[in-house]
């Protein structure tokens, strides 16, 4: 009922930047939080970053001070501002989102993955 589209991945060198966007669109009655979530390849997946509409963000502790998550909540976007950006830092990002289908059911939304690559 909810796709989620993911855009702005790519490759960039230590200290970049990169900007990566999202939007949702399907049958929804609301959303009520985005984020981003990445997996480095044989690591687990991690929480990046999250914002809900009331406006309490969170940040991996890896990230804080280099990223920044702001929402369009009107538009079902949500944006990762990645800048400074480490070897560490790459990783498939994935977009999600918790949207209320109807008015007793919410669930837990996931875009395709975008790559995020930091290399010299």
């Known amino acids: 009922q909810v796709g989620l589209v993911e855009s702005g991945g790519g490759s960039v060198q230590p200290g970049g930047s990169l900007r990566l966007s999202c939007a949702a669109s399907?049958?929804?009655?609301?959303?009520?939080?985005m984020g981003w979530y990445r997996q480095a390849p044989g690591k687990q997946r991690e929480l990046v970053a999250s914002k809900t509409n009331g406006g309490t963000t969170t940040y991996a502790d890896s990230v804080k001070g280099r990223f920044t998550i702001s929402r369009d909540i009107g538009a079902n976007t949500v944006t990762l501002q990645m800048n400074s950006l480490k070897p560490e830092d790459t990783a498939v990002y994935y977009c999600?989102?918790?949207?209320?289908?109807?008015?007793?059911?919410?669930?837990?939304?996931w875009g395709q993955g975008t790559q995020v690559t930091v290399s010299s």
């Open positions: 999600t989102a918790m949207a209320l289908v109807t008015s007793l059911s919410e669930f837990d939304y």
């Open positions: 399907g049958r929804f009655l609301r959303i009520s939080s």
